[in-house]
Nanobody
Framework: VQLVESGGGLVQPGGSLRLSCAAS????????MRWYRQRPGKERELVAQ????????DYADSVKGRFTISRDNAKNMVYLQMNRLKPEDTAVYYC???????WGQGTQVNVSS
């Protein structure tokens, strides 16, 4: 199992970023996928989840209406579109397959003016 996150960076409050996660080593289309984040000094938290076929999504209350999770099973990719970013969204973001234990290296998102 390999998960490689990308797309993080520095963005001003109110801005947008799109994170990507490239997955390999397992049957991607069989697994629900999740995005987590770990904010400074905080525990890792679940941000968003998408079902294996992409028809169902769930979000943490803190990001609902601002973030959108999506996937492309033909490319073994999962995405997190983040809009109207806030300083409190600053974190390392990770993708993970539900029910599998492997984590990627994460991608850093900094929201600051």
């Amino acid at each position: 199992v390999q998960l490689v996150e990308s797309g993080g960076g520095l963005v001003q409050p109110g801005g947008s970023l799109r994170l990507s996660c490239a997955a390999s080593g397992f049957t991607f289309s069989s697994y629900a996928m999740r995005w987590y984040r770990q904010r400074p000094g905080k525990e890792r938290e679940l941000v968003a989840q998408i079902s294996s076929a992409g028809g169902s999504t769930d979000y943490a209350d803190s990001v609902k209406g601002r973030f959108t999770i999506s996937r492309d099973n033909a490319k073994n990719m999962v995405y997190l579109q983040m809009n109207r970013l806030k300083p409190e969204d600053t974190a390392v973001y990770y993708c993970k397959a539900r029910l599998l234990t492997r984590w990627g290296q994460g991608t850093q998102v900094n929201v600051s003016s």
